[in-house]
Every structure is written in structure tokens, then in C-alpha cells.
């Protein structure tokens, strides 16, 4: 599913540096990726969907060199074929949280909003607890509601890969257990792969395999 090699990247105006020589993942499997504050955990999830480039090297994702595309073709793979739970929601405070959750349905000519998509949002909002603040905006939710929603909008799309940024990082015990039940279920229905970043290590073996970041680390990075 995800082939990396020889990948190099840096921010300008940064000592950052990350390198992974060689790292597979294969479909269907369920990462967990580990490791310290400011190790280049989300830099890789960015790098992964194509949000960065790498300065060297190769980010395969299926049948698609993703480090090798334009800025439109990344985009609109990305928002087809990856759902991403960023570690800052990145909801849209002008849209109410039915229209953030169906936004990836309006901005690619690659996905097609129909009724049925409609009514799998609000049931996946169900599932999720948020049915009742639908019509609401990002600013009227707590921390948790407006992770739940970002986490409905990433999973919409049946996505074969999910990119997900501590997605259970502000929720309680309860709405964490449940939630990361629902995200692993999507991904089983729908045969996608998994890679989470996240800081519960109670949760780490829920998943097939775990990536400490450490090792991927190197040159005068914190
Ligand atoms: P993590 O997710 O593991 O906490 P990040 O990938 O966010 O780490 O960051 C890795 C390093 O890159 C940190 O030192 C951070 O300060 C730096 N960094 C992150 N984003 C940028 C950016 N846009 N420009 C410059 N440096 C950045
Ligand atoms: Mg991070």
C-alpha cells in the first residue's frame, strides 16, 4: 500500500531533518506511529498524503508516486483516496459541521455528492454522538465534538488509507474507546489501511504493528 525509499525532507529555515531509507506498509494493515514531540510524526503523515514533497526520494501510495505528481494531481488524490484526521481538526469555522463533514464532496470533481452520501453522513455523525450538532458551527463545539466531526469528514470517502493525527488525543476514555472502535471498523469494512499517530500506549496493541519514530530520526533534529 505505502512504499517510502531513500526519502529526505527538511523545512526551509529549519535543523530539522528527516530521513527514512527504506519503510512498507502493506493494505490493510493498522500502524501505530510513536514517538516523542517534534520527532516528524505529522511531517511524515503530511508527506504521506502529499501535502509536502520530499526533497529526495520516493512516497508511493498504491499505484500512485504521490512525491512525483503536481500540486492538482496530489490534491485531488488526496482527497479521494486519503482521509486525514489532522491533529488540529482543520474544520472550516464559516461552514456549519454537516458542510465541513461533506466538504471533501465539493472541492474535487472526483467524488460526487448524492443522497446516499447525504444520509451516510448523518448516520456516520450518529454513530459518532454528533448528530445533534449538525447544523451547528466548529466554534459551538468542544474539543472532542469537533474532533468527532473531522473524524466523520475523513471517513466519508471510504478512503483506502487513513492518516490520522492523534485523532483520539481529546477525547475521554469512554468516546476513545469508542471512537477508535468505529475507525477501526471503517477500516475493516472498506479494506483500508491505518496509520495513527498517537500518544496512548494502552491502545497500541489494538494495532498490527508499531513505528517508533526515534529511528527514523537523524541529523540535528531534536
Ligand atoms: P511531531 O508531530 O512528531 O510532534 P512535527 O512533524 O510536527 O513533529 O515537527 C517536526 C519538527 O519540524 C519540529 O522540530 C517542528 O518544530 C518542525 N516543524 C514542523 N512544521 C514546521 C514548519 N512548517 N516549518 C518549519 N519547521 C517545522
Ligand atoms: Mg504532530
Redesign the pocket.
Given at each position: 500500500m505505502i512504499t517510502i525509499s531513500n526519502l529526505h525532507f527538511h523545512?526551509p529555515?529549519?535543523e530539522?531533518r528527516l530521513t527514512v531509507p527504506e519503510s512498507a506498509v502493506s493494505s490493510g494493515e493498522k500502524i501505530a506511529v510513536v514517538?516523542?514531540?517534534?520527532?516528524?510524526?505529522?511531517?511524515?503523515l503530511n508527506l504521506l498524503a502529499g501535502i509536502l514533497t520530499p526533497d529526495q526520494g520516493k512516497v508511493q501510495v498504491g499505484e500512485v508516486a504521490v512525491s512525483e505528481q503536481g500540486d492538482a494531481g496530489r490534491r485531488d488524490f488526496r482527497i479521494s483516496n486519503i482521509g486525514f484526521i489532522f491533529?488540529d481538526f482543520e474544520l472550516l469555522d464559516y461552514l456549519s459541521i454537516l458542510d465541513n463533514i461533506l466538504h471533501p464532496y465539493r472541492i474535487t470533481g472526483a467524488l460526487q455528492l448524492t443522497g446516499e452520501v447525504r444520509q451516510r453522513a448523518i448516520s456516520l455523525a450518529e454513530e459518532m454522538g454528533i448528530a445533534g450538532h449538525l447544523k451547528k458551527h466548529p466554534d459551538e463545539l468542544s474539543q472532542g465534538e469537533k474532533q468527532r466531526a473531522a473524524i466523520c469528514r475523513a471517513l466519508l470517502p471510504k478512503p483506502d488509507l487513513i492518516l490520522a493525527d492523534e485523532a483520539t488525543g481529546n477525547l475521554d476514555p469512554a468516546n476513545k474507546t469508542r471512537i477508535l472502535d468505529l475507525l477501526f471498523k471503517s477500516v475493516e469494512d472498506h479494506d483500508a489501511t491505518l496509520v495513527a499517530?498517537t500518544h496512548d500506549h494502552e491502545l497500541l496493541p489494538r494495532f498490527d504493528r508499531v513505528i517508533d519514530?526515534q529511528s527514523f530520526q537523524s541529523g540535528d533534529?531534536?
Open positions: 523545512y529555515n529549519s530539522f514517538g516523542p514531540s517534534g520527532s516528524g510524526k505529522t511531517t511524515l491533529q499517530v519514530f533534529g531534536p
